[in-house]
């Protein structure tokens, strides 16, 4: 984990001068667990960095095991002192990762609910994620049973609203866009059934419709499958628990940045179980 020192570091500053005032040289263990009920994820991450301090961790549940409320998930060995000092970044990841995880199942678990399709699509993530902890949020999407969709640019081509006003038009962003590498999946951003026929006759892999209401976005999805059946389609723009389930028969992937930009987390805790006598 290459940020992990980093992390440790934003959080420890020059020590923890509670932490070194107060503990002496004592071991102790402690165990993590979830308040509340999750898809868990976030425990490796969260075992690295006790495991950086110096500390010895055992790793009770794995990362996207549905939890019941008050489960443990990792046990403690070691200074008292590190500990203490690894708490708080610890419980961030499992936090935050769990929080994303759960609410991806939650999302996918609706659209199975809804759909009529033989195969329900699946939700996505969007690159609408914290700064520096992309890799983990998109993991934690994972985990949930979601697609992590594009991690950076240079994954693939999406060809969005402004490349297409910059360019001129549908057609002039699809045949530039061909340039590139035939290993290069191409994606194109279209707002109306008009548009994303278009974009489906001059050759898009795959066709986003952004920000249309369920009933267009049903004609759109039609149109494109019943005449180019290979391509896939593709839902985003402000979809949110509420929607969703308006979408389950309009796409094969439903893009949501709500994943990782308003997630709510999930509450873990750090208990002290016990205490042993002073080192050497």
């Not at 984990?1 to 570091?9: G, R, V």
């Not at 960095?49 to 055992?58: A, E, N, P, S, Y």
């Not at 976005?217 to 509420?242: D, H, R």
Request: glycine fraction near 8%.
């Amino acid at each position: 984990m290459k940020d992990l020192h980093d992390f440790l570091e934003e959080d420890l500053g020059y020590g923890d001068i509670t932490t070194d005032l107060l503990i002496g040289d004592v071991n102790a263990d402690a165990k993590i667990f979830c308040k509340q009920p999750c898809i868990l994820a976030g425990c490796e991450e969260a075992s690295s960095v006790f495991k950086t301090l110096g500390c010895i961790v055992d790793i009770i549940q794995k990362d996207g095991t549905s939890l019941k409320k008050n489960t443990d998930v990792l046990l403690i060995h070691g200074s008292a002192a590190n500990i203490l000092k690894g708490e708080r970044l610890a419980l961030n990841f499992l936090m935050r990762m769990s929080g994303i995880a759960t609410y991806t199942k939650k999302m996918n678990e609706i659209l199975e609910k809804k759909s009529k399709k033989e195969k329900p699509p699946k939700v996505a993530a969007t690159r609408k994620t914290t700064p520096g902890f992309r890799y983990y949020e998109k993991k934690a999407v994972t985990l949930g049973g979601g697609d992590t969709h594009r991690n950076r640019l240079d994954d693939m081509l999406l060809i969005k609203e402004n490349h297409i006003s910059i360019v001129g038009s549908i057609e002039n962003a699809l045949k530039l866009a061909k340039k590139a590498s035939f290993s290069k999946k191409i994606e194109i951003e279209v707002s109306s059934v008009d548009d994303a026929i278009k974009a489906a006759e001059y050759g898009a892999d795959i066709i986003m419709l952004d920000n249309m209401n369920p009933l267009d976005a049903k004609k759109a999805y039609n149109a494109i499958k019943n005449k180019f059946p290979q391509i896939i389609v593709e839902v985003s723009g402000g979809i949110n628990e509420e929607t969703i389930g308006n979408y389950a028969d309009c796409a094969d992937f439903i893009s949501m940045g709500a994943l990782t930009h308003s997630v709510k987390a999930i509450d873990f805790s750090l208990d002290i179980i016990s205490v042993k006598k002073p080192l050497g």
